[in-house]
C-alpha cells in the first residue's frame, strides 16, 4: 500500500501545480480539474486504506440538511417550471457535483500525514497564480501576445475568472503560511489583494476581496459573531434586492452613476435586475422552476421594450444599454436567480444552509482556520450576488477545489 502513496502523490502535487495554467488561460475547465484532482486524491489515499473500504462517515449535521432539503424541493420545481428537461439536468448536474466534493473532500482529507507537504505544494502553486494575476493585470503580457487577436472587451474582462478563483483558493494558502508561522506574509498578501482586484474591470471582485479581508480580521477575534453576521447579512440580501430592485428612482440613480463613469456592465446589471424583479412578482412562491432563468419571457427582448418608461436608458456614454438584451442566460444576482427559479421557498431553505454553513466554519474545533474559511465564503458569496450564474459547473468545481485545498494545510496540523 505504501508504493501506490509513492505512486500517485506526484500526481496530486502536478495537478496542484498546473492551478496557475488552468485558472489563467482555461478557467473554465476547472470542472475538468477538480475531477482529475479528486481522482488523484482517492488514490492517494489508497496508501492507507483501499478507497472502496472507506466508511463514508455521513453526517446529517444542520448544514447538510439544508442543503438537501434545497436540492429535494429544487428536483420538485421541475413539475411546474418553463423546461422541466433542463431543470431536471441542471439538478441532476448539480447534485453529481455534490457527491464529487463530498468524495473529494473525503479522500484529501485521509492523506497520509507524511505528505502534509501537499499543503506547501498548494500554497507556492496559489502564490504563483497570485503573481501572474499581477503581472499581467500591470504589463498586459497575455492581452497583447496570446489574446491580440481577441476583440477589446475580451481582452479587458480576461482575468476576471481568474480573479474569481484566485479570491477563493487564495485563503487556505495563506492558512498555511499562517500554520507555518509566517504571520506577516498572509497579513500582507490578504491587504494586497483587494488593492490588486480594485485595478480590474471587476467591481465584484474588489467588493468580495474587500469584505473577504474585513471578515478575515473580524472572525480573527470574534468567529462566532462573524458567522451570524455573515448568514443575517445573506438573508437580508435576499428580502432587499428583489424590493430595492423595484425601486425605479434608485435604479435611474444608479445608472446615471454608472453611465458617468462609462461603467456598461454595472448598468445593464441594474437594467437585467429590474426585469428579474419584475418577474418575481408573478411566481413569488415557488418560482419558476431550476435554472429556468434562460427560459423567462421576454428574456431575450432589449431592456427598452420591457422595462417600465420611468427607467431611463438612454445615455451618451453607454448607447447600446437600451438595445440590450433583458436577462442574458442568468441574473448575476444570487439572490434574485433563487427567488427567480426556486422562489420564497427555496430563498429560505438556502439562507438556511449558508448560516449553518457560517456555523460550522466558526465551530469550536474550527477556530484555528475560522478566519480563513469565512473569508472564502465571503469571497463565495459576494461574486455568486454580483458577477456569475450560481450554478455553473467550473464556479462550483472550484469551490469545490477551494475546499479540497483547506484539507491539506488542516490535516497535516492535525485538523481533520
Not at 503560511?177 to 485595478?199: Q, T
Not at 462573524?226 to 430595492?244: D, K
Request: aromatic content about 12%; overall charge positive; charged content about 10%.
Amino acid at each position: 500500500m505504501r508504493i501506490t502513496g509513492r505512486i500517485f502523490i506526484p500526481g496530486v502535487i502536478a495537478i496542484i501545480v498546473s492551478l496557475p495554467i488552468v485558472a489563467i488561460f482555461m478557467p473554465q475547465q476547472m470542472t475538468l480539474y477538480g475531477i482529475i484532482l479528486t481522482i488523484m486524491s482517492g488514490l492517494t489515499a489508497h496508501e492507507r486504506k483501499p478507497v472502496w473500504h472507506f466508511d463514508i462517515g455521513l453526517r446529517l449535521d444542520p448544514f447538510l440538511i439544508a442543503m438537501l432539503a434545497f436540492l429535494g424541493y429544487a428536483a420538485l420545481t421541475a413539475l411546474w417550471s418553463l423546461d422541466e428537461e433542463q431543470t431536471f439536468r441542471r439538478w441532476f448536474r448539480i447534485c453529481g457535483l455534490a457527491i464529487l466534493g463530498y468524495f473529494a473532500i473525503h479522500c484529501s482529507a485521509r492523506v497520509a500525514e507524511q505528505n502534509a507537504k501537499l499543503a506547501w505544494v498548494m500554497a507556492a502553486s496559489v502564490l504563483i497564480l497570485f503573481a501572474v494575476f499581477v503581472f499581467e493585470l500591470f504589463t498586459g503580457f497575455l492581452a497583447a501576445s496570446v489574446w491580440q487577436d481577441e476583440i477589446a472587451i475580451a481582452r479587458a474582462n480576461l482575468l476576471n475568472r481568474p480573479s474569481m478563483i484566485l479570491g477563493l483558493v487564495i485563503w487556505p494558502a495563506l492558512l498555511v503560511l499562517w500554520c507555518r508561522g509566517f504571520r506577516w506574509i498572509p497579513v500582507l498578501i490578504g491587504l494586497s489583494l483587494p488593492v490588486a482586484f480594485f485595478f480590474t474591470s471587476s467591481l465584484g471582485a474588489f467588493l468580495a476581496a474587500t469584505l473577504a479581508c474585513v471578515v478575515w480580521a473580524v472572525a480573527s477575534i470574534f468567529a462566532r459573531l462573524c458567522a451570524w453576521l455573515i448568514g443575517i447579512a445573506f438573508a437580508i440580501s435576499m428580502i432587499a434586492i428583489p424590493i430595492l430592485a423595484l425601486n425605479v428612482p434608485l435604479i435611474n440613480s444608479g445608472l446615471a452613476l454608472f453611465a458617468r463613469y462609462e461603467f456598461f456592465s454595472g448598468a445593464h446589471r441594474l437594467g437585467i435586475w429590474n426585469f428579474v424583479a419584475t418577474m418575481i412578482r408573478e411566481r413569488p412562491l415557488l418560482g419558476w422552476g431550476l435554472d429556468s432563468a434562460r427560459n423567462i419571457p421576454q428574456a431575450d427582448l432589449p431592456l427598452a421594450s420591457v422595462l417600465s418608461k420611468a427607467v431611463v436608458l438612454d445615455y451618451p456614454t453607454i448607447p447600446t444599454l437600451p438595445l440590450s438584451p433583458a436577462m442574458p442566460l442568468h441574473p448575476h444576482n444570487a439572490a434574485l436567480q433563487i427567488i427567480l427559479e426556486t422562489g420564497v421557498v427555496g430563498a429560505a431553505l438556502f439562507c438556511l444552509a449558508v448560516l449553518c454553513l457560517a456555523l460550522q466554519l466558526s465551530a469550536r474545533q474550527n477556530q484555528f482556520s475560522a478566519p480563513f474559511a469565512l473569508a472564502s465564503l465571503t469571497s463565495w458569496l459576494v461574486f455568486v450576488g454580483a458577477n456569475i450564474g450560481l450554478w455553473q459547473s467550473w464556479w462550483l468545481t472550484s469551490s469545490i477545489v477551494t475546499i479540497i485545498f483547506y484539507t491539506f494545510p488542516l490535516r497535516s496540523n492535525g485538523k481533520v
